[in-house]
């Protein structure tokens, strides 16, 4: 139980372009997902807390405009990284909250590269 | 001032030898969790073994223990018997508060390298 994907694994896109990002709780419902961000070697970042059906809470210093959070069903967020830039290239996971045990359970992660 | 401190880069441990991660933690609040998750090269990461502020025993899982030292505000993973699949990155975290959808604070984490 408490399966998390994300989807894709893995995008190259164009500077310029938007990019979407879904992360699904497979087993159970999560009325809040978290979108981290990791760059090479370092810590994981948290960009901002999506709950079902109201706005994401933003970290300071994350564009709330660039990067776009939905979370429109108690299985599904999505992250869109709008008019992307090389600096956006990262490593993006998500993580979805299993109420019975307060544990973060995460996605495999997005590995997004920017030309 | 950092929320976790995980003070150990990286750690090397012969294949079935034990090792100790080293986590601090800096909390006001009574009532918080602690959390280990173990990170391979893959990206993905796994959750590993969970503490409780009021949890009067340490936590156990399998090979994993938690030695959990509330007045030192330290929360140390053992890992027992190691093996060469263990070698990952370990990140220690923690949720202040009660309640779902806290979100967590991540510590810098510890590369161990587990040798043949």
């Known amino acids: 139980g408490a399966v998390v994907s994300q989807h894709p694994s893995w995008v190259i896109c164009k500077s310029g372009t938007s990019v ?4 699904r709780s497979l087993d159970f419902q999560a009325t809040t997902m978290f979108w981290y961000r990791q760059f090479p070697k370092q810590s994981l ?19 709330k405009d660039k990067f776009l959070i939905n979370h429109a069903s108690l299985t599904l967020s999505t992250l869109t990284v709008t008019s992307a830039h090389p ?4 490593f993006y996971i998500c993580s979805a909250t299993l109420a019975a045990t307060d544990t973060q359970y995460f996605g495999p992660g997005t590995r997004l590269t920017v030309l | 001032a950092q929320k976790i401190t995980q003070t150990q880069p990286g750690m090397f441990v012969q294949e079935k030898e034990a090792v100790t ?4 933690y800096d909390t006001s609040d009574p009532s918080y969790g602690l959390f280990w998750y173990k990170q391979p090269s893959s990206g993905e ?4 073994i969970y503490q409780g502020s009021y949890d009067q025993q340490n936590a156990t899982e399998g090979r994993y223990s938690l030695n959990f030292q509330k007045a030192r ?3 140390n993973l053992v890992i027992s018997a190691s093996q060469l699949g ?3 990155m370990y990140f220690c975290a923690m949720r202040e508060g009660l309640g779902y959808g806290q979100n967590f604070v991540f510590g810098p984490g510890t590369r161990l390298s587990v040798l043949p």
């Open chain 2, 73 to 75: 505000k330290s929360a």
């Open chain 2, 21 to 24: 991660l080293d986590c601090t």
């Open chain 2, 86 to 88: 263990d070698s990952a």
């Open chain 1, 87 to 90: 600096e956006d290239s990262s």
């Open chain 1, 45 to 63: 970042m948290l960009m901002a807390t999506s709950n079902e059906g109201s706005k994401a809470t933003y970290e300071q210093g994350v564009e």
């Open chain 1, 20 to 23: 979407k990002i879904e992360c």
């Open chain 2, 45 to 48: 990461m796994i959750f590993l």
